[in-house]
């Protein structure tokens, strides 16, 4: 039975090297007739979703404009450059003109009005509110993250489940993940005060979890790997940090103790932005891991297109199954980087909580050393 087995999983992995070497070729010659490959377009947010080769779903767009003052709703993009009420720009060889009619239709059957930035042809657009694939790809992180813990919560409604041992894969999966956050980020980092913040801990664990796993589903994208998200987690951070802030806390970030009064004019202003750049390097960390895995496994598969272009259909062929085994193993860390950094956000967040309580205890221990002599005294 072993070597069966063994038999059979050689035959598949010849399969797919088979696959790679002769279909990897045509699919890049395929793609250099219709078009180029754009790894930042299919990695930056955008205001359709790709379901290459089928096509792409237009998401509504939403905007503001003034001179008149208006809120303009489109289903399309399309259909905003067809009503001509917004232009579209095309650029070429440096210089820049407004298309219309034929030229514009043309545009749109080649698909370039989905990169276009739509223009009022009368006013100045001040705001656009438009959907776009990372606003989609968040929410629904966020209805998965809803979902289970309200499937979780149902399995603890009554008091003798609480105590009960988990039933099914999926309760003690999920169980053991709030365990984990609970006792080995949580307890150890916030300190006696945890409970206040273990429902922001979990549920940023939880959606940043899930929205990095979402990054490696085919036709889906991780809304982590959008700058805006995660300065929208940090911000949160930041504001349930410092909502918590004890006075001994604020006295140390703008007044520090025991320090010559000109000192302490230098020193505030530090500590402040030391404080407004430890949350900034927390979104920018999560930004640029999420963004640099796609871009890398994306830029090893143009390695294929770009032989193809250079060298001929042999040379991808060759080319071919080294891209996508260096692909597969490119995944496969990028499963566990999402927790990873799902683990590293989390936790970062808990010592910024635990450094805004623990203040206090520091406070009260210098103010203990200082009284001691003077009572001796």
Known sequence: MALNANIRYRQIVLLLAAGCVFLGPRLAHAADEEGKLDAVAHTADGVYLDFAPFGAVELPRIFLRSDPWGLDVFPSTRSALLSERYVMEHKEDGHAEILHGEALRDAIDHHEHLYAKPKPAQGTLVLDLSITRH???????????????????????????????????????????????????????????YREFLPFLLTAFMFILCANLMGLAPYLGAATSNVAVTFTLAAFTFVAGQRKGTKAYWTHLFWPPGVPLPVKFILAPIELVSLIAKHFALALRLFANMMSGSLLILSLI????????????????????????????????????????????????????????????????????????ALAG
């Open 135 to 193: 606003l989609v790809f968040g929410v629904l992180a966020a209805l998965i993250v809803v979902a289970i813990f309200l499937g979780l919560a149902r399995r603890y409604r009554r008091p003798e489940d609480r105590v009960a041992a988990p039933r099914g894969i999926f309760q003690n999966m999920f169980e053991a993940l709030v365990i984990f956050v609970r006792d080995e980020i949580a307890k150890p980092c916030v300190g006696p005060r």
């Open 302 to 373: 143009g390695i294929i297109f770009t032989i193809n272009v250079l060298f001929g259909s042999l040379a991808a062929a060759l080319v071919a199954p080294v891209g996508v085994a260096f692909t597969l193993f490119i995944t496969f860390i990028k499963i566990a980087v999402a927790f990873i950094h799902a683990f590293v956000f989390t936790l970062l967040s808990a010592i910024f909580f635990g450094m805004a309580l623990e203040e206090d205890e520091h406070h009260e221990e210098e103010t203990s050393a200082e009284e001691q002599p």
